[in-house]
């Protein structure tokens, strides 16, 4: 079927290294963001979160920073495993937009043996 | 264990024809969304409902149609007014609004 990573920038990424994803939004307003991963032919899975209050914040394996200033979010994962291979994408809303989030294309990540 | 079940997994439309995409959750969440995904671009949304009995609008809803009769389920119908119908159709819910959404699996959706 069809890649949602069609015409995607892509990350390269050695296994064992640590990956940085970008993300820029447009939304000054914008208080709450979320990263998703995307497998191929499958939907998207949660991965982390933040709330602007916040400029870092860490899961397993994986930190998010966000820099409100910039209107920029990264999201960092550590030691890179093959099965990071996917396309991670950033969403970002603001509380009076009851749940209506906007979502960037994203990044396809390929971890190379 | 809970989730949420989109079917059919592809589904082929005629002409003039309407199809209806399932989307069914057992996570007990009171708001659910149906987003369309097109190649190389974000999620884009068609309606969501925040409560049984009530949806709204998304971004891009002309040519769709949803009802939300139970808690669990969201159907959506792709009328055939919407003339490019062909994409990666995925359904999400979330326990409060502001928060992580949880997504199905997705219906491809092609044009015969």
């Known amino acids: 079927g069809e890649s949602v990573g069609l015409h995607l920038p892509t990350l390269s990424v050695q296994e064992g290294d640590n990956s940085i994803i970008n993300c820029a939004y447009s939304?000054?307003?914008?208080?709450?963001f979320i990263w998703y991963k995307q497998e191929s032919g499958k939907g998207p899975q949660f991965i982390i979160d933040?709330?602007?209050?916040?400029d870092k914040r860490q899961g397993q394996r994986v930190t998010v920073l966000l820099n409100k200033t910039v209107k920029h979010l990264s999201l960092q994962i550590a030691a890179t495993q093959p099965g990071d291979s996917a396309v991670y994408f950033c969403?970002?809303?603001?509380?009076?937009?009851?749940?209506?989030?906007?979502f960037g294309a994203g990044t396809q990540v390929v971890v190379t043996p | 264990d809970g989730g949420i079940t989109q079917s059919p997994k592809y589904l082929f439309r005629k002409e003039g024809q309407n199809v209806t995409l399932s989307c069914e959750q057992n996570l007990n969440h009171d708001a659910m969304y149906w987003y369309r995904q097109d190649p190389g671009q974000g999620l884009r949304l068609i309606y969501y409902s925040q409560i049984v009995n009530d949806f709204q609008k998304g971004d891009i809803a002309e040519g769709y149609s949803v009802s939300r009769e139970k808690k669990e389920s969201f159907p959506l119908t792709v009328t055939s007014a919407q003339k490019n119908p062909t994409a990666f159709y995925l359904c999400a819910s979330s326990i409060v609004v502001l928060g992580p959404q949880h997504f199905g699996d997705g219906t491809r959706l092609s044009i015969l």
């Open positions: 939304n000054s307003a914008s208080d709450y």
């Open positions: 933040i709330r602007s209050n916040m």
């Open positions: 969403a970002e809303t603001e509380t009076d937009s009851w749940g209506k989030f906007q």
